[in-house]
């Protein structure tokens, strides 16, 4: 399920419910949005933005430390991360922290984000964040595989230096999100897996990306491919979607339950808990 960023509130007895009560239904992972800053429609007035200042976003790796403590087998997914307005080695080093502190719970989500307002304030640059994602992607799995690394790049130099703690496993999974062709390509070349939003070409996109996998060597079979869908009414309409999207390639879902109305986090917990019970638990 997705943690429901914006409505979840500022009290943390809530948010630890929240995320007690999802492992204790049977939920496998929890997927976090992030933003860090929002910008102020206000002196913007041809704003069109999905999130402003006034949407609340809890700093996902901070979120998922605190989860990590409460809970015991729910994995923490970031989708996405907006990589490229971040300092590379920082994320790898937040990356590894939470990945130990959850015993190995951590799959990072990665993309490169729609808001120049965040990059023009975190001083990174909006105009190359793609290419540039790739590097980053390559620095952050040396750095979470050896214990130092010499790496010159274009945009990274690291003059035999190393994270610690390390992963315990030596690796965190890199997921993308996006769907623009050149995330495509990225995805069948780079990642573990990839987040598609839901359209009526998705079958046809996932089986573009598993040939571009095979083209570049790959085992099409090792991308895995997860999509976020709204909650629904909890009848046999989102059963049947989820075993549609079972049927194209999908390997995980979950359910959005933010902007449907719901009053508060008790709110949001029976959302998720009935889902599970009318939906998720039929599959």
Request: net charge negative.
């Amino acid at each position: 399920m997705a943690f429901p960023q914006t409505e979840i509130g500022t009290n943390p007895e809530d948010i630890a419910r929240f995320g007690t009560a999802a492992e204790e239904i049977g939920y496998d992972h929890v997927v976090v949005f992030d933003h860090v800053l929002g910008a102020n429609p206000a002196s913007r007035p041809d704003w069109h933005g999905a999130y402003t200042s006034e949407s609340q976003f809890y700093e996902p790796f901070v979120l998922f430390g605190y989860l990590a403590g409460l809970t015991r087998t729910l994995e923490f997914v970031t989708a996405v991360l907006i990589l490229p307005q971040r300092q590379t080695a920082l994320v790898a080093k937040q990356a590894a922290c939470v990945d130990v502190l959850s015993r190995g719970r951590l799959r990072l989500g990665i993309g490169t984000g729609w808001n120049d307002v965040e990059y023009e304030a975190l001083g990174e640059n909006f105009r190359n964040r793609g290419v540039r994602s790739e590097e980053q992607i390559e620095v952050m799995r040396r750095l979470w595989a050896q214990d130092t690394i010499k790496y010159e790049g274009r945009w990274h130099r690291i003059p035999d230096a190393g994270l610690n703690p390390l992963p315990p496993g030596r690796s965190i999974p890199v997921w993308l999100g996006g769907m623009a062709p050149q995330v495509l390509d990225r995805v069948a070349r780079l990642a573990d897996g990839w987040f598609p939003f839901y359209n009526d070409d998705l079958e046809s996109q996932i089986q573009a990306v598993r040939a571009a996998a095979r083209e570049a060597g790959r085992n099409p079979d090792d991308i895995g491919v997860e999509c976020i869908q709204p909650m629904g009414d909890c009848g046999g309409a989102e059963l049947d979607r989820l075993k549609s999207l079972r049927d194209m390639g999908v390997t995980h879902t979950s359910v959005i339950t933010m902007s449907h109305g719901l009053a508060g986090p008790s709110d949001h917990i029976d959302a998720i808990r009935r889902y599970w019970d009318s939906v998720a638990s039929k599959l």
